[in-house]
Structure formats: structure tokens, C-alpha cells
């Protein structure tokens, strides 16, 4: 079965640092890759996808993550962390039944110190 | 435009009594899924729909839950006899979804928080 794998339920890191969180897959077929992110009382919204095309894809408030097939990875990373970006951070998976079914991962929480 | 809108907001029930919830799409999206968000337990995939093919119920914890969605658009989730582990957050989301233009991006309603008691 299909499965999303976030290492790491929570993880704090100081304001300027680098962000880096995990997200490994199981997938018999090539998939569709996806973070999102929850801000505190809001919804989810899409940060990033990887479909098909370049590995290396960039999302908005500078995330950005790498599809690498032979880990089966998906990490995603920011260079410099800012305070607004205390999130819930989910990865998901599509693409594996042909149809649109979307596995998530169980999320990870990100905290900045100032 | 407007966006995922969901009802009610909040819902609190006693155990075994039946719940409707109710999911307003995009207008224009052809697919629409059904989440649930547990605390620590991210989002767990119930039922999609697209366009007029079958759903895709797999997620479905139970025959308690079922789903319909009416003329392509609006969606209800009903869960019957309910249990307090049903208590949780149920996330709607949609795309717009089409053979050779795929979007992938999936739009989140709120979602409805369900306490059973």
C-alpha cells in the first residue's frame, strides 16, 4: 500500500536557519508529490507539487523540495527561516491508483525561535 | 471567487445519533475528496469523487460512513450511529480535474469539527 512517511512530528529551529523537513514515499509507480502547509487557524493550502518535468521544484515563501527516485524522497527546505513560517507541514502523494486518490502524511509541526 | 465552503462549522452530537456534513466545492471543479484530521494523526483520506465516475470509497473506515455528491457539485458526508472516535476535524477539498490537464491542486474548505459525546 501507498504511504507517506514524515520524519519527525516536530521540529524547531532558530529564525535565519535553515529549514529542512523530511518526507519519504512508498509508491509502485511514479507519483505526484505535494507539501502543504496549515498556518494556525487556517486551512490548508498547496506550497509546492512535483508532477512530472525538473526534480527540483520551488513553492512560494521560498520552500522548495527535490524529487529524488532512488531515495523516494521528497524533503522540502528553506533556506533562511522566518517567523511566519510556524506551520503544520503535510506531505502527500497522488498519482499511483491513475486516479486522484492523495495520501497524506501525519504532518509536522515547525517552530521558530527568534 | 469564493472558495471550499463547509457546514457547519462545528458539530457536537451525542453518541449514536446520525451527522450530515455538507461540502460547497469550486464551481467548475470536477473532483472532491473527504478528509479527516485527527490530533497527530494528519489528514486520513476517506472518499473521492470524479466527475461521473464511480467514488473511490477506499478510505471509508466503516459501513457507518457514506458519502454522496449531487449533480456533480455539492457534497454530504453522513456518518451513522456515531462513536466518539469519530470525533475529528473533516476537511472537504476539490480540483479541477480534466483528462490530459491535470492540476493536482487540491482546494481545502475549513472543515467541520465533529465532537461526539
Known amino acids: 500500500a501507498q504511504s507517506v512517511t514524515q520524519l519527525g512530528s516536530h521540529v524547531s529551529v532558530s529564525e535565519g536557519a535553515l529549514v529542512l523537513l523530511r518526507c519519504n514515499y512508498s509508491?509502485?509507480?511514479?507519483?505526484?508529490l505535494f507539501w502543504y502547509v496549515q498556518y494556525p487557524n487556517q486551512g490548508l493550502q498547496l506550497l509546492l507539487k512535483?508532477?512530472?518535468?525538473?526534480?527540483l521544484v520551488k513553492g512560494i515563501n521560498g520552500f522548495e523540495a527535490e524529487f529524488k527516485k532512488s531515495e523516494t524522497s521528497f524533503h522540502l527546505t528553506k533556506p533562511s527561516a522566518h517567523m511566519s513560517d510556524a506551520a503544520e507541514y503535510f506531505c502527500?502523494?497522488?498519482?499511483?491508483?491513475?486516479?486522484?486518490?492523495?495520501?497524506f502524511g501525519a504532518g509536522t509541526r515547525l517552530f521558530v525561535k527568534a | 471567487g469564493a472558495g471550499v465552503s463547509q457546514s457547519p462549522s462545528n458539530k457536537v452530537t451525542e453518541k449514536g445519533k446520525d451527522v450530515e456534513l455538507r461540502c460547497d466545492p469550486i464551481?467548475?471543479?470536477?473532483?472532491l475528496y473527504w478528509y479527516r484530521q485527527s490530533l497527530g494523526q494528519g489528514l486520513e483520506f476517506l472518499i473521492y469523487?470524479?466527475?461521473?465516475?464511480?467514488?473511490?470509497k477506499s478510505g471509508l473506515p466503516s459501513d457507518r460512513f457514506s458519502a454522496e455528491r449531487t449533480g456533480g457539485s455539492v457534497s454530504t458526508l453522513t456518518i451513522q450511529r456515531t462513536q466518539q472516535e469519530d470525533s475529528a476535524v473533516y476537511l472537504c477539498?476539490?480540483?479541477?480535474?480534466?483528462?490530459?490537464?491535470?492540476?493536482?491542486?487540491?482546494?481545502f474548505g475549513p472543515g467541520t469539527r465533529l465532537t461526539v459525546t
Open positions: 477539498a476539490s480540483s479541477k480535474e480534466r483528462a490530459g490537464m491535470s492540476s493536482y491542486e487540491q482546494y
Open positions: 509508491s509502485s509507480v511514479p507519483p505526484y
Open positions: 512535483y508532477t512530472t518535468g525538473a526534480t
Open positions: 502527500a502523494v497522488s498519482g499511483f491508483t491513475g486516479g486522484f486518490k492523495t495520501i
Open positions: 464551481s467548475g471543479h470536477t473532483a
Open positions: 469523487f470524479q466527475g461521473n465516475s464511480a467514488p473511490d
